[in-house]
């Protein structure tokens, strides 16, 4: 299965009510939303047995329908858990990412703090 990418086609916005969330099924399913409004959606999904229910009813009815004018599903995810578990996963890597790049910048100013400390003071 070809790992899916998650496109900004759509403009990010934090869905507020089950309505919302479940407008999103669609675009979701194809992989179009943006990573905030992806994110806000799988946290809303995990919390919400309605809008839960509805997901996997649309992700049927997508995948039989899709199924049905192109065999060839490879690039389908298997599952809805295998969806909202990539999302989730993503926000771990990009918080891990950012914790490294702050960890880093940290490290390189104090190195840079120190040497032009050295210098200063001529010992350089």
Do not use: W
């Amino acid at each position: 299965m070809k790992k899916r990418q998650i496109k900004n086609k759509i403009k990010p916005f934090i869905p507020s009510d089950c309505r919302e969330v479940q407008k999103l099924n669609g675009d979701f399913i194809k992989g179009v939303l943006p990573y905030e409004t992806s994110l806000a959606f799988v946290r809303h999904i995990r919390h919400c047995n309605e809008c839960m229910e509805e997901l996997k009813a649309y992700f049927m009815f997508y995948s039989a329908v899709r199924y049905l004018n192109e065999p060839d599903e490879s690039d389908m995810p298997q599952n809805i858990e295998s969806m909202l578990k990539e999302v989730e996963n993503e926000a771990v890597y990009r918080k891990k990412r950012m914790r490294n790049i702050v960890v880093s910048l940290v490290a390189f100013a104090s190195g840079l703090g120190f040497l032009v400390g050295l210098i200063l003071n001529g010992q350089f």
